[in-house]
Structure formats: C-alpha cells, structure tokens
C-alpha cells in the first residue's frame, strides 16, 4: 500500500496562512525507513535537509530487523516510513498499519517490482530478491516515489552518466565468477552486466540444502570462482570453511551501505564504494 502524503498542502493551506507567516515554522518532517539502504535512497532524493533515520542498527542483517523500543518511537514520530515490503519486513509493516493514518511507501509495491518480475530461485521455491536498491535504474524510482510523496519535483539520486561510468570500469570483469555469503548481487548484476555469482545463501539469507552446497563447490571449482564475498554484518563460518577449501581469497563487501554518509551524494557514493569492492574480487 501507498499512501502519499498531504504535508506540504497542509502546511500552506489558506486557513492557517496567518498562522504559518508569523511562527515561520515548518512541522518537523522526519522519514523513516527500515534499513539503511533506504534511508541512503531517501536522503538523496529529499537533500540534506530532511531528517531522515532508519530503524536497522550497524550490526544487524536486513533479513531479521527487529524492533527496539527506540525504533518503535521513531515509527511513530516520522511522516513517512519507507520499507522494502511487508513480506521483507513482516515485524515493521504490522505496527505501521496498526497506526491509522500512517504513510507508508512499500517499496515492491511500486510498478517496476509489481507482478513478480526479478522472481528467481528456481521453478519450487520462488522468492522475490528484496535487494532492490543495488540496481541504481530502480534506486532512481524509488527515489522518485519519495519525493512524490512529499510534492517535490522528481530528479534523480544518481545520474546516468554516473551509472555509465560503472558499467564501463566493470566491463573487464563482467564474465567473470565469484561467491558470495547469499543470493544478494542478483540485482546489481542486472544493472551492470556482470555474473550474480554462486551463493551460499538463498536471498533471504537462509541455509541452503547439502546438495545445493555440494552442487555450488563443484560449480565453483570448474566454473573458477575468483573469491568468496563475506559481508560486515554476517560472521559467517561456511564463507570461511569453502574459501579455505577452494584456496579463494575472502573479499569484504557491504551491500547495505552501513559507512555510506546519508547525504544529498550518499547513494551514489555507496553505489561507487560497493563497485571498488566488486572489483576487488578479481584484482
Ligand atoms: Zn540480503
């Protein structure tokens, strides 16, 4: 569910003009999104003057938010809160909509995710990939529904030359194979023609089966995987234990931004970051 925001409207709304002229004073607009990716989106797409916050602490996966009571006053005290989607963030959506009246932008809910495009895990166990924003065209969306929601005109959060620039510095790479702690380049693959790399993980972060594991030494070992990605907020042993096995080195990327600033540049910069790590796979 979507629901826009009447906030600039009712701050210059004829009625309370008088009012509004001699206090001078916007309402303290604050939005609030569940991980950090998000409030990196929605920062740049609002600029540095809006409050933005988000609810997932430094040291906690996308996959299991839980809510502190500090979390629970900042969902109450924001204008809008942003999620991924209620399936991603089942613990958020349940208390926001127990809130009337609460603006709430789900981010799979917008077109370009709508109807289960991006679905993939195979033909028996179809999940949608919630790492929606490592692709930059779908980041520009999101931040487009953002500012839409507030009556701001649309511009993008990162350009297209931008983009291009990446694309070209990742050209040399794009047939090349890697693991990675979980199913979480799926979409950054698409946006910058290179492999999706072999997995340890599903997408939502869950174990995988023997055989799947069976299955992903061999295909690394004949298919060349060039390192093993492991992730700050995951202390992952198996990472470890197959890196050793197939004498690969263990590269660190951080698909959730969590040093990436909340600035008017913060999302293109993360973007820029998660590349040099990429690349440093296969240096
Ligand atoms: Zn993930």
Known sequence: MVLWLPLLSNAVSTEDASVSIQTNVMPELLVITSIKPLALIAQAALGDSMNV????????????????????????????IVLVGDQFE??????????????????????????????????????????????????????????????????????????????KNLEPVGTLDYISHHAVLGHF??????????????????????????????????????????????????ALVIAGELNLPLRTIDPQGIDAPLTENGYAQFIQTLVVQFQACFA
């Open 53 to 80: 916050e988000f609810l997932q602490s430094a040291n906690q996966s996308a996959h299991d938010l839980t809510l502190s009571a500090s979390a629970l006053d900042k969902i109450h005290r924001a204008s809008l």
């Open 189 to 238: 693959a698409k946006a910058f023609n290179v492999s999706a790399g072999m997995p340890i993980r599903d997408s939502n972060g869950g174990h995988k089966g023997a055989r799947s594991q069976f299955l992903l030494r061999k295909a690394a070992y004949n298919g060349g995987a060039q390192c093993v990605f492991v992730e700050p907020q995951y202390a992952d042993k198996d």
């Open 90 to 167: 089942p613990r958020v959506a349940k208390v926001v909509e127990g809130i009337p009246g609460k603006a709430l932008l789900q981010v799979l809910d917008l077109p370009i995710f709508g109807g289960g495009v991006d679905v993939h895990e195979g033909m028996h166990q179809q999940t949608v990939d919630p790492h929606v924003w490592l692709n930059p065209y779908s980041a520009n969306v999101i931040g487009h529904a953002i500012q839409s929601a507030f009556g701001v005109s649309q511009r993008d959060i990162i350009s297209d030359s931008q983009i291009e620039a990446l694309k």
